[in-house]
């Protein structure tokens, strides 16, 4: 569903990503753990447009993606909650909403997203500053569902979040993959989260992909030692 192949990004002469391979199977969640600076961000970024890849390509459900610019992507299939959320803090929960909705024909929410995240329709003539951290988080998923992707991805979802409801989005994105059959892929270094939510645990260290492991086969101990400083 998402195949990246020998991607290498760069931030003006200084690489980042040093030539990554992954592919992500439909329905599939996939966490990428690293430590601070170890490229998760660039990799996300990398795979919406926003970091022009240096070489290698990206395709998703089939589709060649690597020169479409971050819009043509997401009308493409794949769809994006950044690190920090960047929710709109004086737009409504409805109207942050609806800012996914621009490539699909729909004019208004699709009803099963607020099944999904029911505080969202309680809350949803209140401005998105006024959310709590979760809250925020949940807001930041709906609006990226909205534009209906192949595959989700999400740059440390749990940074700010209290525990209990790290526990609960890892069952909220767990049946949004299987209500959904979307393909995830989760940037993260809480690996309880990460065992939680992922079916596959990849490290990424210094722009590499230095360990890749199906969930129930994973080295816990291994893993642990690579987000260890
Ligand atoms: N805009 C930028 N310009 C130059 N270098 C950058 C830029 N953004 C990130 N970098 C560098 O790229 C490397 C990877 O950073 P990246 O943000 O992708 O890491 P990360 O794993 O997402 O870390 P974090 O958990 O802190 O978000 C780091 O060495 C960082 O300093």
């Known amino acids: 569903m998402l195949n990246i192949k020998e991607l290498r990004s ?23 753990m ?20 240096r070489h290698g390509s990206v395709s998703i459900d089939g589709t060649d993606v690597t020169a479409q610019k971050p819009h043509q992507r997401v009308a493409s299939g794949i769809a994006y909650v950044p690190q920090g959320r960047m929710i709109f ?14 490539v699909t024909d729909e004019r208004s929410v699709p009803e099963d997203i607020y099944e999904l995240f029911p505080v ?7 401005r998105g500053g006024n959310l709590s951290g979760g809250q925020q988080q949940q807001l930041a998923i709906a609006r990226a569902l909205a534009s209906k992707p192949k595959v989700l991805l999400l740059d440390e979802p749990t940074e ?45 260290e210094n722009g ?12 816990e101990a291994k893993v642990s030692k690579f987000l260890s400083v």
């Open 160 to 204: 700010g979040i209290q525990p209990s409801i790290i526990r609960e989005m890892a069952r909220t994105l767990r049946r949004i993959r299987d209500e959904k059959g979307l393909s995830i892929v989760v940037s993260e270094q809480v690996l309880s989260f990460a065992l939680d939510v992922a079916d596959r645990v990849v490290v990424i």
């Open 208 to 219: 590499q992909f230095v360990h890749d492991s199906p969930r129930a086969g994973v080295d």
């Open 34 to 53: 690293g430590r601070n600076g170890m490229g998760k961000t660039t990799l996300m970024k990398s795979l919406m447009g926003l970091v022009p890849p």
């Open 120 to 126: 969202l329709l309680e809350m949803k003539n209140r």
């Open 10 to 32: 760069s931030y003006g002469e200084s690489e980042v990503l040093h030539g990554l391979d992954l592919d992500v199977a439909p329905g599939e969640i996939v966490a990428i």
């Open 89 to 102: 803090s004086s737009m409504t929960v409805q109207e942050n909403v609806e800012t996914g909705l621009t």
